[in-house]
């Protein structure tokens, strides 16, 4: 029996369809909340207590409003790109710090055992504690510039990368490494030839996670002294109950990390389906 057509697009796209009949119901649920639509429908029923449902644009703007106020800045008088550059440009910096730091680390960490021991209580202890809390300190220490706010993303983001990379090297295949061992290879041909390959899905793993974490060190970073950024254009808005532009900023950054996140997942796909099983496993 042939499948009809709607029904055959439908299977083909249901994640898609569901996400966006989710997302306007919510939406719609919010621009009636905003507008008081809910409040009048439910007053004849609820009497006063229905007035909870008609929320204050001070506190709670509307989706209308967010999309009036995200055309201004984008389009209408651009006056958000400096706070987009600027915080693009800490997160690059931040992100690709703690790369450079964090997965030769951790990759060195989890091949040679002495070394995971001496580093594990550090990364331990700063795991176990919110980076958030060191927050002073680095500006005490480095200031409130760019240095700054690019070391706290590097603080948030760096652990996820070690602990995956970590993870990585003590998950490879012991065969391939017995193999390499009996033909008498260099620990440079090992990480080269077996463990890096071998750890890439489990990189791009911890790379997805510092993405996150890296967005929140951005607000976070941006909290001190900052002229420029998106969080501090969040932070200033919110001194000024602008609410619309509030938004405009969460939703920026929320893009923002979903289109890089987007972009690591189709790299963990291509590279899963370079990743052939091996035989007898």
């Not at 009949?21 to 905003?34: M, Q, R, S, Y």
């Not at 915080?87 to 951790?106: D, M, Q, R, W």
């Not at 998950?171 to 390959?197: E, G, K, M, N, Q």
């Amino acid at each position: 029996m042939r499948e009809h057509p709607i029904l055959r697009f439908y299977l083909a796209h249901e994640r898609a369809i569901l996400g966006l009949v989710a997302a306007l119901a919510v939406l719609l649920f919010w621009e009636g909340l905003g507008r008081g639509w809910w409040a009048d429908l439910l007053s004849p029923l609820l009497g006063r207590s229905a007035e909870a449902l008609r929320l204050k644009p001070i506190f709670v703007s509307s989706p209308s409003a967010v999309a009036a106020a995200a055309w201004s800045l984008f389009v209408t008088t651009g006056a958000i790109w400096p706070h987009l550059a600027a915080s693009a440009l800490e997160l690059a910096l931040g992100l690709g710090l703690a790369i450079l730091v964090g997965v030769p680390l951790g990759l060195a960490c989890g091949r040679y055992r002495l070394l995971s021991h001496a580093v594990a209580p550090f990364v331990s202890a700063l795991n176990a504690t919110p980076q958030v809390a060191f927050l002073p300190l680095v500006v005490l220490w480095i200031g409130t510039g760019l240095a700054a706010r690019v070391f706290i993303i590097f603080l948030l983001a760096v652990l996820p990368l070690f602990i995956n990379a970590h993870a990585a090297v003590r998950t490879t295949d012991l065969r391939l490494l017995t193999v390499a061992r009996s033909f008498a290879a260099s620990d440079w041909f090992v990480f080269r030839s077996i463990i890096v390959p071998s750890a890439v899905p489990f990189l791009l793993a911890g790379l997805r996670l510092a993405i996150g974490r890296g967005m929140i060190g951005i607000v976070v970073g941006e909290l001190y002294g900052a002229a420029k950024g998106v969080g501090f254009m969040i932070n200033r808005a919110g001194a000024l109950f602008e609410t619309d532009v509030v938004f405009v900023g969460i939703f920026a950054i929320v893009a923002a990390g979903l289109a890089l996140t987007e972009i690591v997942r189709r790299i963990e796909i291509a590279v899963g389906a370079w990743r052939a099983p091996i035989e007898g496993a």
